[in-house]
Structures are given as C-alpha cells and as structure tokens.
C-alpha cells in the first residue's frame, strides 16, 4: 500500500495506462521497499532492525536461514548508504527504480521510457548539483556518485531475482 500512495505521488505515473501502472507497481515493490527499508541494516554492526524495533544480528537471521538473499541485502545497504543520498536524491532515486520501461509486459513502453527518462534527468541535475556544491571540478560532468548510483539498479535486480 505505501508503495501505491509512493506512485501516486510521482509525476507523470498516473497518465500511464492503468494496466502498466499495475505491471510497474509488481514487478517493482521489492525493489522499493528493499531501497526504503536499506536504513533498517546497520552494516557497522551487522543487524536489521525490522519495523516492529525488534532488531537481529546477521548471524542470528543466517541461523533462520535467510543467509544468501540477507547477504546481499547488506552488501546492497552499504553501498546505497555510502552514497550519503538525501532525501530528495533518494526519493527520485525510488521513483526511477519503480518507473523502469523493460519490465515485462508494459504495453506503452514509449510513455514509460519517458517518464523514466526523465526522472533520470532530474535526479541527474539533482545529485550533480549537490555535488558541484561540495566539489567544484564536477560541474559539467555527471559525478562519480551519480554513476555509482546507477550502478545499484542491477544490485536491486539481483536481489528482486532472489527474493
């Protein structure tokens, strides 16, 4: 459900068919929930805390077998993490994983690459922006942050995949 609210609020996801609203909407979830709840891992100590507050090591959700897909879980945490996004960068960056025109079985895929296009072009000018702010030679170059997250986007498809 938050995931839907999260759409609605995108610009341009409504005036997509309403059949490809729902493909984006389940090919995409995980991936949302996995770049929203990425604050839950602790990768310094090793634990998730879970929505509830309770909160497990890595080695005692091994032991509940959930080792492989946890693995990656952290190892995608730390490096989305270690990008320092704030929270505009990182809602963009949310919208453009859920707005993604090579899911399987979008009809429109010219209306969805458009969108995507230019969610990618805003969080582009957003992340360089910031960057430029803090480091003046990136000021006409896409930043290596901006690159290294889009680099997650295969990282997101790999967990979907083993999930």
């Known amino acids: 459900r938050e995931v839907v609210e999260f759409a609605r609020h995108i610009p341009g996801f409504s005036t997509l068919t309403q059949n490809d609203q729902v493909t ?21 100590d090793q ?23 946890l693995g990656a879980m952290f190892d995608f945490s730390q490096k989305l993490h270690s990008l320092d996004l704030n929270a505009e960068e990182l809602g963009l960056f949310t919208a453009m994983v859920l707005v993604s025109a090579d899911r399987s079985g979008i009809e429109n895929v010219a209306s969805v690459e458009e969108l995507q296009e230019n969610l990618i072009r805003a969080l582009r000018r957003l992340v360089n922006k ?13 930043s290596p942050r901006f690159t290294r997250l889009l680099l997650r986007l295969p990282d997101l498809r790999s967990l979907n995949n083993m999930h």
């Not at 984006?24 to 891992?41: D, H, I, N, P, Q």
């Not at 910031?130 to 896409?142: C, I, Y």
Request: proline share 2%; net charge negative.
């Open 130 to 142: 910031s960057t430029a702010s803090t480091d003046p030679d990136h000021q006409n170059l896409d």
């Open 47 to 69: 634990t998730v805390t879970f929505v509830s507050g309770a909160t497990y090591s890595l080695e005692e959700l091994r032991k509940m077998g959930m080792s492989e897909l």
């Open 24 to 44: 984006l909407l389940k090919a995409g979830t995980f991936e949302v929930l996995m770049v929203r709840f990425s604050s839950l891992f602790n990768v310094k």
